[in-house]
């Protein structure tokens, strides 16, 4: 199954983004008009996926990157003032809002955004605490009964350090920490070095027992009791090839995953995710939106290692296109509440073809980035597609490098070792000035036996 026909859906999107820009844009009617909060590589896809779904009408994006102006209106506000986003929602008739990164979320926008009126997928801000306090998803997580790493909390670093013990250890910030807050320190000195470190000074910290097996991403919608598993994937978190340098955001990621069979996603979702739903709604807080868990087959079963309110990145990448269905719709009735009704009739459905997508880095990515760097793409074969994060446009139209992770080429394939060669094939001919990837995304697929 061809599960998208880009060309003629596209030139229908910007025919109707045309449109848009003339007045009398009204709600719903005609199709959905939708808003997508961020700008990497996450919201590349939302956008993208968006652009794929008869429903939409309209897609616009705050702040978006330049090259989603393809088929989305970029609009340029910041995303901590919510009052003006709240005045481009209503002048622009505003049907669906979806947010992607992890800071607005947790600021609270999707509580103040829901007070227009409009429907948002984002959580409160009290629900995405599961992602904000790793101490209180800890908490949660003992009090439904799902397994994680054992765990202690500590107010500071400087009472974390007196309560080390020798052997290994993960240390982490409780907080939003940018994907810096989390050191597995092998003996007592690295957890030392560690909590001594600026990342880790300030706040609470949690001490966690080391696991270790696969990793897994499991994101699941949820609708304060209901949860639809959406289709797994493996992310690649450290800069080099056989997982060895830095921790990134995130270098490529796979889906489907033989670290977990798409048939587990929803016994595990049940297993791991609904009973955390459960207890925040009994808390009064239920969770509406997105629930990522980072996963860990260990020697003992599956555990959770981390929640995340949110779509992953590059999760985003490979499960979106993955997902049947009308997107939009099925979004819409997730912001709106309706999530268990919509899905009993329009269950969701995942594609059987295998998606690949590889982080194009700048020289000095994770640390501080070459930009500005001039790209250059070739000619890329059908069902290929390159979703920036970090580019910009020079004065004569043509695209730049402007961060780190500078775009993210995806592509499918028969299976994950198809989808692989075809995106590796692909990045071959996307080059500019230092720019490097891992080689090594997907190489693992396949060689495993996973049971539940
Ligand atoms: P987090 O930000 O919580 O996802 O942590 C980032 C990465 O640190 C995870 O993807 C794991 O690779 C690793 N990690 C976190 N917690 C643990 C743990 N308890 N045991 C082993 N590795 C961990
Ligand atoms: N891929 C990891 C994250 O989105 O947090």
Not at 3 to 20: H, V
Not at 364 to 381: A, E, F, K, N, Q
Not at 411 to 429: C, L, N, S, V
Request: aromatic fraction near 6%.
């Amino acid at each position: 199954m061809r599960f998208f026909n880009d060309g003629a859906r596209i030139r229908k999107i910007i025919a109707q983004q045309r449109a848009q820009r003339s007045p009398g844009r009204t709600h719903g009617g005609a199709g959905l008009n939708t808003l997508v909060l961020g700008g990497g590589g996450r919201e590349y896809a939302i956008a993208w996926r968006l652009a794929r779904c008869d429903s939409v009408l309209t897609i616009d994006a705050i702040p978006g990157t330049p090259a989603m102006s393809l088929f989305a209106r970029l609009v340029d506000l910041p995303l901590d003032r919510a009052d003006r986003i709240e005045q481009h929602i209503a002048a622009s008739h505003i049907d669906l809002v979806i947010v992607g990164p992890d800071e607005p979320i947790a600021a609270g926008i999707g509580d103040a955004l829901r007070r227009t009126g409009v429907t948002v997928v984002c959580p409160s801000r009290a629900a995405a605490k599961l992602e904000w306090s790793k101490s209180f998803a800890k908490d949660v997580m003992s009090e439904a009964g799902v397994p994680t790493a054992s765990y202690r909390v500590f107010p500071d670093a400087a009472t974390a350090r007196l309560g080390l013990r020798d052997g290994p250890v993960v240390v982490k910030a409780d907080g939003l920490a940018g994907g810096k807050g989390v050191i597995v320190a092998r003996d007592r000195a690295e957890a030392e070095a560690a909590l001594a470190s600026n990342a880790l000074s300030g706040g609470t910290i949690v001490l966690e027992e080391v696991l270790s097996g696969e990793e897994a991403s499991l994101l699941a919608l949820v609708d304060g009791e209901t949860v639809v598993a959406l289709p797994p994937a493996r992310d690649h978190k450290r800069a080099g090839d056989g997982d060895t340098g830095p921790n990134t955001g995130g270098m490529g990621a796979c889906s489907p995953t033989s670290a977990l069979p798409d048939d587990l996603a929803q016994p595990l979702a049940d297993r791991l995710i609904a009973p955390v739903a459960r207890v925040l709604a009994q808390r009064g807080t239920p969770f509406r939106g997105i629930l990522y868990a980072g996963l860990m087959h260990t020697a003992e079963g599956w555990k959770v290692i981390e929640f995340n309110a949110r779509f992953g990145d590059p999760e985003a990448q490979v499960i979106l296109p993955r997902l049947g269905g009308d997107f939009a719709k099925l979004m819409q009735a997730l912001g709106d509440g309706r999530l268990a009704a919509y899905t009993h009739t329009n269950p969701v459905r995942f594609s059987q073809r295998a998606y690949v997508s590889v982080a194009l880095c700048a020289e000095g990515y994770p640390g501080r980035p070459r930009v500005g760097d001039p790209i250059t793409i070739g000619s890329l074969p059908d069902d290929v597609w390159t979703f920036h994060a970090a580019s910009k446009r020079a004065a004569d139209g043509s695209f730049v490098t402007a961060g780190g992770r500078v775009l993210h080429v995806v592509a499918q394939g028969d299976t994950p070792t198809h989808a692989r060669e075809r995106a590796y094939a692909a990045a071959e001919r996307i080059t500019w000035r230092g720019r490097f990837y891992r080689s090594d995304i997907a190489a693992s697929e396949g060689r495993v036996e996973v049971t539940a």
